[in-house]
């Protein structure tokens, strides 16, 4: 079983920034795809990053590239999302999730593991 805990979100204006993190309680963290989703009050859950499972690859949604990184720390069995220029429309609630697989996942159906989420606000 894999437990997830984020941390990191609240509130920020405009242009701002903020780094999430995740924590997984899994000795074998390094086996897998690590990923980050939101969701927007009546959204569906869209993804927003994805990671392999030694950080060599790396995938983001259009809507991310160029404001988002994702990024991991195997010896801390902890993946991170460093987000940069915010947006108000980045206002939603994060979830961290992971997968069994050395391949890279991009879709809400591929991950069997979530985190109870971190909520992210970001004003205008």
């Known amino acids: 079983q894999v437990q997830l805990v984020e941390s990191g979100g609240g509130l920020v204006q405009a242009g701002g920034s903020l780094r999430l993190a995740c924590a997984a309680s899994?000795?074998?963290?390094?086996?897998?795809?690590m990923g980050w989703f939101r969701q927007a009050p009546g959204k569906e859950r869209e993804f927003v990053a994805a990671?392999?499972?030694?950080?060599?690859?790396?995938a983001y949604a259009d809507s991310v590239k160029g404001r988002f990184t994702i990024s991991r720390d195997n010896a801390k069995s902890t993946v991170y999302l460093q987000m940069n220029s915010l947006k108000p429309e980045d206002t939603a609630v994060y979830y961290c999730?992971?997968?069994?697989?050395?391949?890279?996942?991009?879709?809400?159906?591929?991950?069997?593991?979530w985190g109870q989420g971190t909520q992210v606000t970001v004003s205008s």
């Open positions: 999730a992971a997968d069994r697989t050395f391949a890279l996942r991009s879709t809400v159906y591929e991950y069997g593991y």
């Open positions: 990671i392999n499972w030694n950080g060599d690859s790396t």
């Open positions: 899994v000795r074998t963290f390094r086996a897998y795809c």
